[in-house]
């Protein structure tokens, strides 16, 4: 059964950081991409961040640049996101996804398509107060 779970949410004040975790299960990790996705209320959902486990090689969004660093650590099939200098504009649930196959050989171009995943997890509340 493929997992993706999701921890590491919580109440922050702006400035503040916090550190989320995707911990994964039923598919081979080393093979696939992962990404972060944020969704605000009203809002769409949006492409964070991702790490390809093949390469090591991460991509962010511009708004995240400088303050976010993801990170995987494959020994653990868990990838990480660090998130500092938060902003009110941060908050959203978090998710984690999983992408495999050719796409994920293709990181740089589908990282941030929501489509291009497989795999979901639930989902972690960040809340940013100012």
């Known amino acids: 059964e493929v997992q993706l779970v999701e921890s590491g949410g919580g109440l922050v004040q702006a400035g503040g950081s916090l550190r989320l975790s995707c911990v994964a299960s039923?598919?081979?990790?080393?093979?696939?991409?992962i990404g972060w996705f944020r969704q605000a209320p009203g809002k769409e959902r949006e492409g964070v961040s991702a790490?390809?486990?093949?390469?090591?090689?991460?991509y962010y969004t511009d708004s995240v640049k400088g303050r976010f660093t993801i990170s995987s650590d494959n020994a653990k099939n868990t990838v990480y996101l660090q998130m500092n200098s938060l902003k009110p504009e941060d908050t959203a649930v978090y998710y984690c996804?999983?992408?495999?196959?050719?796409?994920?050989?293709?990181?740089?171009?589908?990282?941030?398509?929501?489509?291009?995943?497989?795999?979901w997890g639930q989902g972690t509340q960040v809340t940013v107060s100012s």
């Open positions: 996804a999983a992408v495999g196959g050719i796409l994920a050989s293709k990181l740089d171009l589908a990282w941030s398509t929501e489509r291009a995943y497989d795999y």
């Open positions: 039923g598919f081979p990790f080393d093979s696939y991409g």
């Open positions: 790490i390809s486990n093949r390469d090591g090689k991460p």
